[in-house]
């Protein structure tokens, strides 16, 4: 018997490999101790024992040879580098805002963004947090508010917009502080702690008219606002014969500034910025920056990464680029969704987010169900991911008391144009084997713990 012709698939990535880099394969014996050294914490091995490196998309990107070529036209100069003004010039193309300064990554804009904008007292509504976003918010004095919608904190839900801000919610905030206690309304594209899940055009569009009437900012999270529009292409009515780079466009349009971490959607290992149209934030974020940073022509990056940044932009803006981005973590997303593991679904843009509460129900949460599973998968393949649980929830400043987030997830997430087809399948299969004795793995104890964002360093034996 024949079997069936399947599906032609029409495309494949839009690069060829040109340069490789080795990588050390270790024994199951090798790995659970090194897990048991790094303190069954991801983020704590040795990045030459991990096999595929799924910890996270940031910074881990394989640059071009465009970028590498831009990378030998790094002007030095302590001001007026020409790197500035190529990187200047790509933002206010595909980004549209009027003044950028250039800070060392994403946080580094978060924390001018924060000094400058929020008070003591403030109220700082945004579609689900992201840890270093909201600790630079409390920080400066701020109280972050969940205005995102319902959708997002159930994994099953198939909403294509799940990261989708729920006005009534940022209605009912306003009611209750009154609009000058919001600086502005935080809105990230994609939303990472969601699972990658997009937010639509037409809900941007709705806040930016809703905020308008109350005179309230929105500043966005660009990160990966790219991959955003690219779902705006592929789901919402009426963008799909528009390029991606037409709707990026669209898409920033409908807020006042943005903070950038360039390491995701720019194709960089290091490098970010904040973007804004407001002149009197613009100086003020130009006087603070040469405090914390640098200069307001290099905020921390040398010449040579500003011109990366400038060309990633380029390239990241690219439609057979970003399908080819998106299409591996959909590829991989559907493989698990098809041997019933349960993940974050619809599929987000960087990551696919194994959900752990459904894998080991048998845990309860001050268990660590998904630090867990992610020591766990190490352990059987040397794929490394990364908790987004409760240990990255934190704890809540003012109480001291762990956050619980409804979701309890393990990120599978996706570097780009940096692992193969066959990198993937090793995972699903990894996974799925992984998934097959789940009811034999036991929880975890946190016998450290750091004050701050304590899932970096902090430290756990098992039960
Ligand atoms: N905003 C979002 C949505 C992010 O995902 C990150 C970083 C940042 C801001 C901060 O940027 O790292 O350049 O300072 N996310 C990384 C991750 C760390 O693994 O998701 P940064």
């Known amino acids: 018997m024949t ?104 946080r580094g804009a978060e924390h001018l963004l924060s000094k400058i904008c929020i008070k003591p007292g403030d109220f700082v509504p945004g579609n689900m947090y992201f840890t270093t976003t909201r600790l630079h918010q409390e ?161 921390g990056l040398a010449g040579r990464d500003m011109e990366a940044m400038s060309r990633g932009i380029e390239e990241a803006v690219q439609d057979d680029h970003i399908r080819a981005r998106v299409g591996q973590v959909e590829y991989l997303g559907d493989k698990l969704i098809e041997w019933g593991v349960p993940i974050v679904r619809p599929v987000g843009g960087h990551a696919v987010y194994l959900d752990a509460k459904m894998f080991l129900p048998h845990l309860t949460q001050d268990q660590f169900p998904a630090q867990t599973l992610a020591a766990e998968l190490y352990i059987d393949s040397g794929v490394r991911s990364m908790e987004r649980g409760i240990v990255s929830a934190g704890r809540d400043l003012k109480t001291g008391k762990h956050h619980y987030p409804k979701l309890e997830l393990v990120r599978l997430t996706i570097p780009r144009r940096v692992y193969t087809q066959a990198h993937i399948d090793v995972t699903v299969e990894s996974i799925l084997d992984v998934f097959e004795r789940r009811e034999e793995i036991s929880g975890l104890e946190m016998v450290y713990e750091p004050k701050y964002l304590r899932f970096f360093q902090s430290r756990f034996i098992r039960l």
């Open 3 to 106: 079997k069936s012709r399947p599906e032609r698939r029409s495309w494949a990535e839009p690069y060829k490999i040109k340069m490789v880099e080795r990588l050390k394969m270790t024994t199951p014996a090798q790995r659970k101790q090194a897990m048991e050294t790094a303190g069954f914490n991801t983020f704590l091995l040795l990045s030459e024992d991990v096999y595929i490196d799924l910890l996270t998309d940031s910074g881990t990107s394989a640059m071009s040879d465009y970028q590498w070529a831009g990378m030998m036209m790094g002007d030095e100069s302590y001001s007026g580098s020409q790197n500035f003004y190529n990187l200047e010039a790509n933002i206010k193309k595909h980004y549209g805002y009027e003044y950028i300064i250039p800070t060392h990554q994403g």
């Open 139 to 299: 920080l400066a004095g701020g109280t972050f508010v969940d205005i995102i919608v319902d959708e997002a904190h159930d994994p099953m839900n198939l909403n294509p917009f799940k990261g989708n801000v729920d006005l009534q919610k940022l209605e009912d905030l306003i009611l209750r502080v009154g609009a000058d206690k919001i600086p502005y309304v935080s809105v990230a594209a994609t939303v990472n702690m969601a699972g990658g899940q997009p937010i639509s055009m037409e809900n941007l569009r709705a806040v930016h008219t809703y905020c308008q009437t109350h005179n309230i900012k929105i500043m966005l999270d660009a990160t990966r606002a790219v991959e955003n529009s690219y779902f705006i292409q592929q789901r919402e009515v009426g963008y799909a014969d528009k390029s991606v780079a037409e709707i990026l466009k669209e898409f920033c349009s409908y807020t006042d500034g943005c903070t950038m971490s360039g390491k995701k959607d720019l194709l960089v290992n290091i490098g970010g910025f904040l973007a804004i149209n407001d002149t009197k934030i613009y100086e003020e974020a130009r006087n603070l920056v040469v405090v914390y940073e640098g200069m307001h022509t290099y905020g």
